[in-house]
């Protein structure tokens, strides 16, 4: 489970540097993102999320019970040890695929919206662009009319 789990925060540390340069890969990450979060994309992203959260609580669980039992006893035992070591190493790794995904929503979201204002913006120029140009050629026609 842990190499699992490694693989999948390194994934997603992956896509956040892709997505935080411009480069041509971040446009292809960009439509694929898109594309999932189109038709069953969020449930399944959902539910995959809160079943990831709900093994993280019992982990958090099990810690718990292994500090209480050493608590009672006022020693470790090396069992006991190894076991919480390996906890806290997976809800480590859980909480940052968590919080990874999270980030890489987020900084999609953001990207698009910057994306969308910028497109915006050049097609509203190269309108006005447009009737400049339409203004000053009814100009010129003006002018010549009034000199012929």
Do not use: W, Y
């Amino acid at each position: 489970m842990i190499q699992l789990l490694f693989m999948v925060v390194l994934t997603e540390m992956a896509l956040v540097l892709i997505l935080l340069f411009n480069t041509p890969i971040r446009e292809l990450l960009m439509i694929g993102l898109d594309l999932m979060k189109r038709g069953k994309g969020p449930i399944v992203a959902n539910t995959v999320a809160a079943t990831i959260l709900i093994v993280f609580i019992a982990t958090m669980n099990s810690v718990r019970d292994i500090q209480k039992r050493t608590a009672e006893t006022g020693v470790i035992n090396p069992t006991d040890e190894v076991l919480m070591a390996n906890l806290l190493l997976e809800s480590s790794l859980m909480g940052f695929a968590l919080f990874l995904a999270l980030v890489t929503n987020r900084l999609h979201s953001h990207l698009e919206v910057i994306c969308n204002t910028g497109k915006k913006a050049a097609t509203e120029k190269d309108d006005g662009d447009h009737e400049a140009e339409k203004k000053q050629k009814e100009q010129k026609k003006q002018g010549s009319s009034k000199i012929g």
